[in-house]
Each structure stands twice: as structure tokens, then as C-alpha cells.
């Protein structure tokens, strides 16, 4: 590799990096949002979270045609148009009267969230295929990280639309750097119609479903898990939360390059396994154990996605990466309706067959994980 183009790919990291920081806002940042909007829009708590599924929805569904476009035409014009999306997103919410209007230009930003999250994440995954864990750990991290730099900033705010105009302007200087971003030329892969065909994509992407349950419960339901906390317990877990997400992605990545992706992934499930285990039983002695499984399922449940994106640019190739991962990110839809609407409905009716919901949830997702295994043994 030429000097220039080893410039190039660390240029290229920085920009996914930099991006993450603020895509976290549209995930990490919602429960700081909350509250704010439940008060700003006199609404109802079950209400305002449709606005979470939405994002879940949007972002998803729209990656899997913008991953495609990507691969075959590169990253810079959808890149731009990501920026704008989500960048007018957030400027428009903060103006808007309504909260069915918010639903619509939320939706806008978490479809430009989307187009940035699988562009970002292959530009290391494409451009670092030797060390493709800690790569995209690293870009990744950003997407934790964002969340805990202006959640305190959003609560101090005492409402939405200030702090959503701030984001939104801000972000506006992640259109150059698209602008200048490209994907490497010389690479090879399996097509996103070959992977389908897979039994092994199959079942990582149910074991990706399962094991991203917490951590969307997590990021959506935090002011139902912690209702016992007070003031200062719920903003110190709103700020630790996200940080715990993004200092476990390089970490957990670079464990996966030197043990190898499947094993690191193995003890990724087992202590997200052990963290919502805490929670449940903190929940349920209304203690701070709670806050102790929220932390790792935080540095845990935060490596899902990157975790299972470099095991599909492994097992696939560069090539076709962004449209790959981007089939297997369609899974946090499921996931975030899981997560989200399912998991808020049977917390409300009844709290322990909630919590019941997503150890079972997180125990399934080992049975795929260990198909997954048997499968890959038997095709080496």
C-alpha cells in the first residue's frame, strides 16, 4: 500500500467517525429527547415513543437502496444527500408545531441516519480488511460517544427545538467530507443476492436480531427500567450509557481480529446475557445493580452491529459490503419493534413478563450462534 493511499484510508476512518458522533444523536440522544418532547407536545409517553420506531424503520429500510447505490456508484452522492436528510431533519423538528409533523421530519433525519451509518461503517470495513474488527470498532465507537457529548447539553436545554436546531446546523460540516470520500476499487465479493442464499447469513442475522433486544431496550425504555431512580441516578445513567456503548466497539473489534470474529462474538453474547441479567434482577430489588447491567449491556450490546458487519465482510467480501450489511441491519427493524412497542406494551402490562421477554430474547440469540458454528466448522 502506497503512502498516499495509506493517508487516504485514515482520512476516510475519520470521516466515519466523525459522522457517528452525530448519527448517535437520532439513537443515543432519544433519552435525553424524550421527556422534552412528552412535555413540548403535551403527549402522551406512548406516543411520542412511535417516534422511536420510526427512526428504527426508516433508517433500516432506506440503508439496504443506499447501501446498493453505494457499492456500485460510490459513497460521495449519497453520502451528501444523507447529510442534508439529516441534517434538515433535525432543523425541521425543532420548528415544527405538531407531533404528528415531528413523526415526518424525524423520519426524514432517520433516513438520512441510515445512508450515513452503512456508508461510514463499510469505509473501514472496505478500506481495512486486515484489521476490519477494530476498523469498524473504531467508527463505530462515535456512534456511542455523540450520545454522552450533548445529552447533558440537551437536558440543561429544558426543551427539544433549541438543541435540535444546534445538532442540525452543526452537522452540516460532514458535507465536504463526503464529498471527498471513495470506496477502493480493487476488491471482490459475493453479491447481495448470493449472500441471501446462505444459510449462514440467515442465522447471523437472527443472532443479530436477538442479541440487539437490550440494547434497544435500553435506548428507548431507560425512563421505564430506572423509574426508581431519582434525578441525578437517571442523568448520570443517561451520560454513562452511551459511553459504554462506544468504548466497547474497538475494544471488542480488536478481541475479534486476534481470537477470531466468531469467538469474539461468543463472549460479546455472554455478557450481554450477564448485563441484562443485572438489570432484571436490579429492576425487580429496585437497586443499583439496575445501573451496573445498564453499563454493560451498553459495552456489550453496542458491538452487535459492528461485531456482525465485519463477520459478514469476512465471510462475503468488500465488494458488495455496504449492501450486505445493510440486509443484515434491516434486522434492527424487527429488533426495534422488539425492542421498543412490543417491549413497552408487555412492561406495561405486566413488568416481569417484560423483563421475562428479553432474557429469553438474549438466550435464543446463543442457539443461532451455536448453529452458526456447526455450519462454519463444517464449511471450512
Do not use: C
Amino acid at each position: 500500500m502506497s503512502r498516499f493511499q495509506g493517508m487516504d484510508r485514515r482520512f476516510f476512518l475519520t470521516t466515519g467517525l466523525v459522522a457517528m458522533l452525530f448519527n448517535s444523536v437520532y439513537q443515543y440522544s432519544w433519552n435525553a429527547f424524550f421527556p422534552l418532547l412528552v412535555k413540548g407536545f403535551h403527549a402522551s409517553a406512548s406516543s411520542v415513543e412511535v417516534g422511536f420506531a420510526l427512526f428504527v424503520i426508516s433508517s433500516t429500510s432506506f440503508q439496504v437502496l443506499s447501501g446498493r447505490i453505494s457499492d456500485l456508484r460510490g459513497p460521495r452522492v449519497m453520502g451528501s444527500l444523507g447529510v442534508l436528510a439529516f441534517s434538515f431533519g433535525l432543523i425541521l423538528s425543532s420548528l415544527i408545531p405538531s407531533l404528528p409533523l415531528f413523526y415526518a421530519t424525524w423520519t426524514l433525519g432517520s433516513i438520512g441516519e441510515g445512508v450515513l451509518y452503512g456508508i461510514s461503517l463499510n469505509l473501514a470495513i472496505k478500506w481495512y480488511a486486515e484489521r476490519r474488527g477494530l476498523a469498524s470498532g473504531l467508527v463505530s465507537m462515535g456512534f456511542g460517544l455523540g450520545g454522552a457529548l450533548v445529552n447533558p447539553l440537551i437536558e440543561l436545554s429544558n426543551n427539544f427545538r433549541s438543541s435540535m436546531l444546534a445538532i442540525g446546523v452543526a452537522s452540516l460540516i460532514l458535507l465536504p467530507l463526503f464529498l471527498l470520500s471513495r470506496y477502493p476499487s480493487d476488491v471482490r465479493g459475493s453479491s447481495p443476492g448470493e449472500t441471501l442464499r446462505e444459510t449462514r447469513f440467515w442465522l447471523i442475522y437472527v443472532s443479530f436480531v436477538l442479541a440487539s433486544l437490550p440494547l434497544l431496550v435500553a435506548s428507548s425504555s431507560l425512563g421505564e427500567l430506572g423509574q426508581y431512580l431519582n434525578s441525578v441516578e437517571y442523568t448520570i445513567a443517561t451520560i454513562y450509557f452511551p459511553i459504554a456503548s462506544g468504548v466497547g466497539r474497538p475494544i471488542m473489534g480488536y478481541l475479534t481480529d486476534r481470537l477470531g470474529r466468531l469467538r469474539g462474538i461468543d463472549y460479546m453474547t455472554a455478557g450481554i446475557l450477564l448485563g441484562t441479567s443485572l438489570v432484571v434482577i436490579g429492576f425487580l430489588g429496585r437497586n443499583l445493580l439496575l445501573l451496573a447491567g445498564i453499563a454493560l449491556v451498553g459495552i456489550m450490546g453496542g458491538t452487535t452491529y459492528p461485531l456482525y458487519s465485519a463477520l459478514v465482510g469476512d465471510l462475503y467480501g468488500p465488494r458488495y459490503s455496504t449492501a450486505n450489511t445493510s440486509l443484515l441491519y434491516t434486522g434492527k427493524i424487527v429488533s426495534g419493534v422488539l425492542g421498543s412497542l412490543i417491549f413497552s406494551s408487555l412492561f406495561q402490562y405486566s413488568n416481569v413478563l417484560g423483563l421475562g421477554f428479553i432474557m429469553g430474547a438474549t438466550a435464543l440469540s446463543t442457539v443461532s450462534l451455536a448453529l452458526l458454528h456447526r455450519i462454519t466448522r463444517g464449511a471450512s
